[in-house]
């Protein structure tokens, strides 16, 4: 089916999604990342059901009969995520009530800080009607992903998604080689930067750039919002050789990297450093050289720019130009080709590698 039909889901209350949670998938493809709401907005929500106000419409994607067989799912949900998760959590104790939460029906009923399971112990017939509440549930029926991937994207269009939420709702080829990269144990075990909003994928796309771009275009480009979804846009289907090319060679590297980082890198506690220690183990590993990179050195590296600043500070002239200049990149435009390739080649020569490694980042372009 290549068009999209829609209607409402009946008797769509929240203890029946509830008792069919497992049914529903939260987090496909073309979803935007969990638990980004605060504690205050989730007590919102329950606030607004238990006073009986209106609750913004929820999409699920009604999976087809044969994928529902594989997967054991019925649905998959399209927006709403945050909203059914946040009552699924309240009904499991995972927060409670606000301290100024106020029952509009009965102001004698006091139930500001209650837990779902105080509720439903002290108030039964609260708890019944918060269970009985109805959650107006869209169901969208089609077998065709991308219109479902540009249905999220419609409905998000007023939502505040950043660049890799937005990027993810493209969907196709390369955002699914995205995903793949971002999922291997560098991301899910190394970094320490957190993945709220989709970072590692964000960091996962960047690589894949970089590699597209000495690979097929001889030089090293800008890693900006406009080249990374121009990228996922031209890479989106018909090219899933070249994909599938650029996935397992990044895919080889971060693997080399992760070899070398321990977990939840102090090393790796932000994003501007991936894609020049993407380079560094790329370029090692081009030449053999991959035993001169060791987490010892880059400790040093990083407690040797320490060092140099507080030196600067003191006597600019005895200082080492170079390491303020890695210093100064570090703080700015971490995504021009020209600061990527300068830091590059800084770090590379601090830890020893060939002036053959070095040159296969540097003189390309």
Not at 26 to 31: E, I, K, S, V
Not at 109 to 134: H, N, Q, T, W
Request: charged share 30%; proline share 2%.
């Amino acid at each position: 089916m290549s068009y999209i039909e829609t209607g409402p889901l009946k008797n769509s209350t929240i203890m029946l999604l509830y008792s069919e949670k497992d049914e529903i998938q939260l987090d496909p493809p073309y979803q935007r990342m969990g638990g980004v709401w605060t504690r205050e907005k989730k007590q919102l929500l329950i606030d607004s059901i238990l006073n009986d106000y209106d609750v913004p419409k929820l999409y699920f994607h009604e999976l087809s009969r044969q994928a529902k067989i594989e997967s054991g799912l019925s649905y998959a949900v399209v927006d709403g995520r945050q909203r059914l998760q946040t009552i699924w959590d309240f009904m499991d104790g995972k927060f409670t009530l606000s301290s100024d939460f106020e029952f509009q029906r009965d102001r004698e009923i006091i139930l500001d800080g209650l837990s779902y399971e105080d509720i439903a112990k002290s108030y039964p017939k609260v708890r019944i009607a918060f269970d009985s509440f109805v959650l107006p549930v869209i169901l969208i029926r089609t077998d065709d992903e991308d219109l479902i991937e540009d249905m999220f994207s419609r409905l998000n269009e007023a939502v505040p998604l950043n660049a890799a939420e937005k990027r993810n709702a493209i969907g196709g080829d390369f955002v699914s080689a995205i995903r793949d990269v971002a999922a291997r144990d560098l991301f899910s075990e190394c970094v320490k930067f957190n993945n709220n909003r989709y970072q590692h994928r964000e960091s996962a796309a960047r690589m894949l750039l970089i590699e597209e771009s000495l690979r097929f275009q001889g030089k090293l480009i800008d890693t900006k919002k406009e080249y990374l979804d121009a990228l996922a846009r031209n890479y989106r289907d018909g090219h899933s050789d070249r994909v599938n090319l650029l996935k397992n060679a990044v895919s080889s590297i971060i693997d080399l990297m992760s070899e070398k980082f321990v977990e939840r890198d102090e090393l790796l506690q932000a994003q501007g450093n991936m894609v020049v220690y993407y380079l560094i183990f790329r370029a090692a590993a081009a030449v053999n050289e991959l035993d001169r990179i060791t987490r010892r050195k880059l400790l040093d590296f990083r407690e040797k720019l320490k060092d140099n600043r507080i030196a600067a500070s003191e006597d600019y002239a005895e200082s080492s130009y170079e390491l303020l200049e890695y210093d100064r990149l570090s703080q700015q435009g971490t995504n021009d080709a020209s600061n990527i390739k300068e830091r590059f080649g800084i770090l590379a020569r601090e830890l020893g590698l060939s002036e053959e490694a070095i040159s296969s980042v540097l003189q390309v372009g």
